[in-house]
């Protein structure tokens, strides 16, 4: 998926509701584009057809999002409103965007029976649905749970809370952003020596020193920034601009404080980038903290580079935690010095054996190959593992696959809820919802202890404390015994 585009055109989305107050649907147009981006060769808004929103509506979205038949309509109102506004944009010509409009009132009664349609389920969404809508999708483990209160200052010491490693813009690209920094003046931070080394300087500088207000405005706000920097290093994601906004009121203690003001005077400094309706640190203001970092003794990690990784050092890698945007670039570095069948050879070898977390990751990543992978997949219906996902994605391109039997149904059943395990632990609230609102019926839990799994006690066990109906979760709870006692045996 090109992370650029689509960001890009959602901010660009935005900007043109706001201009006709018109409320956007933006996070619905995001999946729709992600979609588009990962499984049908859209990397231009231009690239979207008629014949795009019957596969993205009809055969992909079913397969891929957990939703019930009743949000259809809100996910055909979205892309209505993506027509409007490819339309309004030049993107599309307007003989096109009739045909979109055309096709997508052929759409909007046939959605819904798409996404009721258990056939349509794929692996991504999981047998059940049980880990989430996008858990799967995502493929990779990034930083989860809500954003942190940011009037919280993090631990001071660094045994407790270590650094995540992150990724550097290179000496080249930084030295660029230095010129157009517009507080310094188009030229180098002011010290002495090189430039990058004054900038390390001036960053030193503005966490550390009493500066006064000389930064944002007010002096208050100055003297929180070395906390509101860390949080943003830490998390390596864009922030909602109101979290950021209720911190910065917070440690200023008193009313009137202009916000706005101190975050276009933080941009102005070049240390955080305001996109859309969130804040993150640009790469001259990570540069710079990790180099603070280092000169306090603390270990500042870099996060590797996956995309020069082997199959299993990809996976490994992502199994550490990255931020999606990271990952998401890894991955398409790694796909694209392979063909496809080069990447689902190495993937699928790199899976088979390994525990369900990790081959959960191979397998959604393998998932965004075309059919020129097929003989490579098709090469892996002999691995127990891998068959039942083997055989899902075959079907799922219309290529020629055998039937799951019912051992290999209730096998990467226990597979897929192995996978939800970690997401399970981290949030249970969210898991149980999930389960409740599509998980696995009473009598298919009840067989599950038969399943040659290594995982299987575990997941039974899950499900025995998550299952809200009680006759299920007591079904879960004898599997789970029965699953003990034939391991014991």
Aim: with cysteine.
């Amino acid at each position: 998926m090109s992370i650029e585009w689509v960001n890009q055109a959602i901010d660009d989305l935005r900007a043109w509701g706001r201009a006709r107050e018109v409320e956007v649907d933006a996070d619905e147009v995001r999946l729709l584009c992600d979609y588009a981006s990962d499984y049908l060769n859209v990397n231009q808004l231009r690239d979207f057809t008629p014949e795009t929103f019957d596969e993205l509506l009809l055969s992909i979205y079913p397969r891929k999002v957990i939703a019930p038949p009743e949000s259809a309509s809100e996910t055909v109102a979205a892309a209505r409103m993506l027509v409007d506004y490819l339309s309004d944009a030049g993107h599309t010509s307007p003989a096109t965007a009739a045909g979109m409009r055309a096709r997508l009132d052929d759409i909007a009664p046939r959605m819904p029976e798409a996404l009721a349609d258990t056939a349509n389920f794929g692996m991504a969404k999981s047998l059940f649905s049980s880990i989430g809508p996008e858990s799967l999708e995502q493929a990779v483990p990034i930083p989860s749970g809500e954003l942190p209160d940011l009037g919280e200052a993090p631990c001071d010491c660094p045994g407790c809370t270590p650094l995540p490693g992150v990724r550097l813009a290179s000496e080249e690209e930084l030295a660029e952003a230095l010129r157009s920094v517009p507080v310094l003046g188009g030229g180098p931070p002011p010290g002495d020596g090189e430039p990058l080394s004054a900038w390390a300087e001036t960053v030193a500088r503005l966490l550390e020193d009493d500066t006064g207000g000389e930064i944002t405005g007010h002096a208050e706000l100055d003297e929180g920034l070395y906390d509101l920097f860390d949080m943003l290093y830490r998390l390596q994601a864009p922030v909602p601009l109101q979290v950021v906004a209720d911190y910065l009121e917070e440690v200023s203690g008193e009313g009137g404080v202009d916000v706005a003001g101190a975050l276009d005077r933080l941009a102005a400094w070049g240390m955080v980038r305001l996109t859309g309706e969130a804040a993150e640190l640009t790469p001259l203001a990570v540069w710079g903290l990790r180099e603070h970092y280092l000169s306090l003794g603390l270990d500042a990690p870099l996060a590797p580079d996956l995309g020069e990784a082997d199959a299993r050092g990809l996976v490994e890698g992502l199994l550490e935690g990255l931020p999606a945007e990271l990952a998401e670039q890894d991955i398409a570095r790694w796909l694209s010095g392979r063909t496809p069948g080069e990447a689902a050879a190495e993937l699928l070898s790199a899976a088979s054996g390994a525990p369900a977390v990790a081959r959960g990751i191979a397998i959604t990543i393998v998932d965004r190959l075309g059919a020129e992978a097929e003989q490579q997949v098709r090469d892996h219906l002999d691995d127990q593992e891998l068959r039942p996902h083997a055989i899902h994605w075959l079907a799922a391109r219309g290529l020629g696959a055998p039937p799951l039997t019912q051992d290999e149904l209730l096998w990467v059943s226990v597979d897929m809820l192995a996978l939800a395990m970690p997401a399970a632990r981290e949030d249970p609230e969210i898991f149980a919802e999930n389960m409740a609102a599509s998980g696995p019926p009473a009598h298919l839990i009840e067989e599950m202890w038969r399943v040659d799994h290594p995982d299987v006690v575990e997941v039974l066990e899950l499900l025995g404390r998550s299952l809200a109906d009680d006759t299920v979760a007591k079904a879960a709870r004898k599997a789970a015994f029965k699953a003990r006692s034939r391991a014991i045996r």
